[in-house]
């Protein structure tokens, strides 16, 4: 997989839960006291322009009609590694990303009151964004100090600074690599602020993070 | 990758149906489900036939956590790229059969599910994923839902059921699957435990069995111990 020059083969991505506290008001979930992980699937991503697929499974459902967008600051693993200390993390991180955590919001919550998985509402094809390149490590001295921003047909939507995450790279790195081995190319999404909302057919999401860059994308009807 | 006998897979992702079986089910007072429950294990919980699961010592020091099970579960591999498949035609998209074993840290899983998280953490541990020890290939098991599926935890007999107790059986799976995912070769779906499900502990030896398909024998050991 390509994105920008860099070319990466992830074997999974995991994203974080409420990691922003207006976030997790937004929908009456506790602020958590360690970070909440679930995992999207290699084949919901894409990259660079190309359309995110509105499923018609969920278009033509009522009862799952609603697809929501997520702006996230997203890192890439530089290299193998398990049980990470904090203070080691950034030397395990090859660079940050701009993703989008398309979500089936209805259907998330219908599962989630059934006390079911997480799973599908988030895996769909194209509902895994990432770009427009990776920015190696080095060229951002602080990512904890970003702008981040999404806007759908030029109105803003998510407005927000990464230094309002609840959890911050270190500690991601530490609790995520406690549970699992990462791997070279696999993805963290850090979690989105507040703003999350939906997105129809026709739409152009247009997200921004700071020194990172812009993504461009439309959504479609499924054929 | 991985290899499983003498085939090696790349596997892209790893989809397990939960509460598959009305005996699981009940023991798990969970509901019945109108459509397969799906959930992911992720690549790096996948070992082979032999090798040890790893008990994780942050589960077995925590006393809130303390209990990792097994799950016998038959396991059929995709053989191509594809989506949207329907019913009838899910047989041309699957290379063979294996046995699987989903382990779980159930104290964790159940906190998860009580306080509406993703099941994600509780599943995909390190070498919570035996596969193996071979694959099948379709040709070779004329009917998947007759097969005598069971688990022994130290030559003791855990759980013992048949594939043919399946609530959604393999085409209403897949076609259910590819309708909302793009499926890869490789790929690996775990059809779900029938009842009987408990833990293990350091020390115990499972082996788990499919007619026709083979025993994959994992031994437990603490993690720092192997």
Redesign the interface.
């Known amino acids: 997989m390509k994105i920008g020059n860099t070319d990466i083969t992830p ?2 991505i ?1 994203c974080l ?1 409420r990691n922003y506290s207006e976030h997790a008001k937004e929908f009456n979930a506790t602020v958590p006291t360690e970070p ?4 999207k ?4 991503i894409i990259t660079n322009g190309k359309p995110i697929i509105y ?1 018609r ?1 969920l278009y033509e459902n009522e009862k799952f009609n609603r697809v929501d967008h997520e702006v996230e600051l997203a890192f890439i693993l530089s290299k193998k590694c ?1 049980k990470i200390s904090p203070e080691n993390a950034f030397d395990y991180i090859q660079g940050y990303s701009i993703f989008l955590d398309i979500t089936a919001r209805k259907m998330q919550i219908y599962d ?9 509402s988030k ?3 194209t509902f895994s964004v990432i770009g427009p390149q990776i920015v190696p490590l080095n060229e951002i001295k602080d990512p904890h100090n970003l702008n981040i921003e999404l806007q759908i047909n030029e109105k803003v939507k998510q407005s927000s600074n990464t230094k309002h995450m609840i959890f911050k790279i270190p500690r991601i790195m530490e609790y995520i690599s ?6 070279r190319g696999d993805i963290i999404a850090t979690g989105t602020p507040s703003g999350v909302g939906p997105i129809q057919p026709g739409d152009i999401v247009e997200a921004s993070i700071e020194k990172i860059g812009k993504i461009r994308h439309e959504v479609i009807i499924e054929e | 990758m991985i290899k499983i006998g003498d085939i090696t897979l790349k596997p892209t992702k790893i989809i397990c149906l939960g509460t598959n079986y009305m005996d699981h089910i009940e023991e798990t007072g969970l509901g019945i489900p109108k459509e397969p429950l799906l959930f992911p294990k992720t690549l790096n919980c996948l070992i082979t036939n032999n090798q040890p699961i790893v008990y994780p010592k942050y589960l077995y020091n925590n006393r809130r956590y303390n209990r990792m099970d097994f799950e016998v579960e038959l396991a059929f591999i995709v053989k191509d790229k594809c989506k949207n498949i329907s019913a009838e035609d899910v047989y041309d998209h699957i290379l063979g059969y294996t046995v699987f074993n989903d382990v779980t840290a159930r104290k964790m899983q159940t906190k998860d599910i009580i306080s509406q998280k993703p099941w994600f953490r509780s599943k995909s541990f390190d070498t919570f994923g035996p596969i193996g020890p071979v694959i099948k290939i379709i040709d070779e098991i004329r009917d998947p839902h007759n097969l005598d599926i069971e688990l022994k935890v130290n030559n003791e007999i855990k759980q013992s059921s048949n594939t043919k107790y399946l609530l959604f059986k393999i085409p209403e799976t897949f076609e259910y699957i590819t309708k909302l995912f793009t499926m890869e070769p490789g790929d690996i779906i775990a059809t779900g435990t029938p009842g009987g499900i408990g833990p293990v502990n350091p020390g115990d030896l499972i082996e788990a069995t499919i007619e026709n398909i083979g025993t994959l024998t994992n031994k437990v050991i603490l993690e720092g111990e192997e």
Request: charged letters at 20%; proline letters at 6%.
């Open positions: 074997t999974k995991i839960g909440v992980f679930f995992v699937t290699i084949n919901s499923p499974i398990k989630r009151n059934k006390n079911l998985p997480w799973y599908r895996n769909f094809d406690s549970f699992l081995t990462l791997e």
